[in-house]
């Protein structure tokens, strides 16, 4: 070893033992968590000239920025990390240490905060808070890169640092944690169905939307832009909605930008607003989204229909909060909180050019997926008898259940539109309702057949489907009567007006079970 190596070694070791000494010492005497990690950077600034430090902690699936240092507070505000993504992501996810030597030349660094200014040459350097074997939080500095430089004894250093503070930061983590438990287990309580005819009131039980409704909850009350995936139907306004109720933007603007509805210049002039240059235009300015949204929420329906400058000019103003009105020549700002959604397959449509790629890495970074209703079949007669509840107030109606064969019906279609299939096939049968019970034959023709094939396909054979109808509506009308009559097929025949012997008949082709309507069976578990 030569000598300015050996100097630089002791150097540096007494360097590092000064920040290991001053770092204990304000563990030992903190007063605050807070006020602890405050002064952990400030040491780190002080010895090791850092360009900015910052210590994230987890909530649920993200990481938010607890303290830094060198950031000014928007720039802590848009340093908001999912687990796994970028740098800090990866190094949460995986509990493993991150060295970027140059982050000018790493594809990975988000610059999420966008602190970093191009031309220098800094490193990155991010290391994992652990706690009883569980990743809680990132420790992360900047620092310019010189000869000296060191960048894995700094690893190795900040390691020791999160090992000497993770008792610390367990406190803080564990009392964030049980605040967003509790705030989350309220909103979500909010968001089932606690009323069940508010707009909050997500409808479903199973566990794809236990998922969904869980998301809302946690991202409700962040700033994060949030894509809603699904096809036609399946919800994606209406959870919207649902973020915007259960958030803290719920008093502000909430508006919708509707990109299928308006042509590509149009949708541009309604999002950034329009400057008239000329003293002789006759129009005034035009006022955008972004402008009159400002601190509230715009939600941009269909986004895969956003022309391609558009896109361009959204990522910008997802990157900074900034944007320019068309023709403009200032730089506004603004804080609208962007909820887009979209049934397109927009990796297909970045592969090939039509999306651009950083808008649906920053979108997609918080995406919920609606799933189709035939997939989650146990919530149809949640939905229904929600509906039921919906349109007898609208239409004053006093329907109570659905029939046995009726929900059949409805269990056995395919449902190409949806939840708003069902809520179109329930308005339309409550409104035809003659008593207190929607029967098989209220609801549309098309789920008749849906019955009768068995497949997701309608058929295309007209004979066919009457065939099925009239067999449905047979069967229904059967059974409703052996029900009443507790499975006795000559009262139900009488009841009928038909035959003995064609009742018999009946409950043999149509492939009735009478036995289940018998006076002590066990009342049917479909009945609403
Ligand atoms: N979970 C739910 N609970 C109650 N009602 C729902 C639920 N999901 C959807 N709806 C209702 O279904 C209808 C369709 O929902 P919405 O318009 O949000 O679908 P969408 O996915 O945005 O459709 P599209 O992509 O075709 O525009 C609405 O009337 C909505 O209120």
């Not at 939905?383 to 039921?388: G, H, S």
Request: charged residues 25%; glycine residues 6%.
């Amino acid at each position: 070893m030569d000598t300015l190596t050996r100097n630089w070694r002791q150097n540096y070791n007494s360097l590092e033992m000064a920040v290991l000494h001053r770092i204990s010492m304000v563990v030992v005497h903190r007063t605050s968590v807070k006020k602890l990690l405050a002064d952990v950077l400030e040491i780190l600034n002080g010895e090791m000239g850092l360009l900015r430090g910052t210590v994230t902690l987890r909530q649920g699936d993200l990481l938010v920025i607890e303290a830094s240092h060198g950031m000014t507070e928007e720039e802590i505000k848009r340093g908001v990390y999912r687990m796994g993504e970028g740098v800090t992501g990866q190094v949460a996810a995986h509990a493993k240490s991150r060295i970027i030597p140059d982050i000018r030349s790493s594809t990975e660094f988000l610059n999420r905060t966008k602190t970093r200014v191009a031309g220098q040459k800094i490193a990155f350097i991010c290391v994992p808070i652990i706690y009883q074997e569980g990743v809680i939080g990132t420790l992360s500095i900047d620092r310019l890169v010189s000869e000296t430089t060191n960048l894995r004894r700094d690893n190795s250093l900040l390691e020791t640092i999160a090992n000497i503070i993770a008792d610390a930061v367990s406190v803080l983590f564990l009392q964030n944690r049980e605040r967003e438990q509790l705030l989350e287990e309220n909103r979500r309580l909010r968001l089932e169905l606690s009323d069940k005819n508010s707009r909050e009131g997500v409808i479903g039980k199973c566990n794809s939307m236990r998922r969904v409704i869980n998301m809302i909850a946690q991202v409700a009350s962040s700033d994060m832009p949030v894509l809603i995936r699904g096809e036609t139907g399946t919800g994606k306004k209406f959870v919207a909605n649902a973020i915007v109720s259960a958030g803290d933007r719920k008093p502000k603007a909430f508006a919708t930008l509707n990109c299928v509805a308006m042509s590509e210049a149009l949708q541009e002039a309604e999002l950034f607003g329009v400057e008239q240059n000329s003293p002789s235009a006759r129009m005034s300015n035009k006022i955008g989204l972004l402008e009159s949204a400002n601190e509230g929420t715009i939600f941009i329906d269909k986004i895969g229909d956003l022309s391609p400058d558009a896109q361009q000019k959204l990522l910008r103003y997802l990157q900074d909060g900034s944007f320019y009105r068309i023709n403009g020549k200032t730089r506004l700002k603004s804080n609208a909180r962007i909820i887009a959604s979209t049934g397109k397959n927009l990796e297909e449509m970045v592969k090939c050019g039509k999306f651009n790629e950083d808008l649906y890495l920053r979108l997609n970074a918080f995406s919920i997926h609606l799933p189709n209703l035939r997939d989650r079949r146990s919530d149809i007669t949640l939905l229904a008898e929600f509906f039921i509840n919906k349109f007898n107030k609208k239409h004053k109606k006093k329907v109570k259940r659905i029939s046995t064969p009726a929900i059949n019906l409805l269990m056995l279609y395919h449902w190409p539109a949806n939840v708003r299939e069902l809520e179109n096939a329930i308005e339309s049968a409550v409104l035809s309702a003659s008593d207190s019970v929607i029967y098989g034959y209220n609801l549309p023709a098309s789920l008749q057949t849906g019955q009768s094939t068995n497949t997701s396909k309608l058929s295309e054979e007209a004979e066919v489907d009457f065939t099925a109808m009239v067999r449905s509506f047979e069967r229904e009308l059967i059974s409703e009567a052996l029900k009443i009559h507790r499975g006795n097929a000559t009262a139900s025949a009488r009841h009928l007006g038909i035959s003995q012997r064609i009742m018999n008949y009946k409950i043999k082709n149509l492939g009735i079970d009478s036995s289940i309507y018998k006076k002590n069976a066990k009342p049917s578990r479909r009945k609403i």
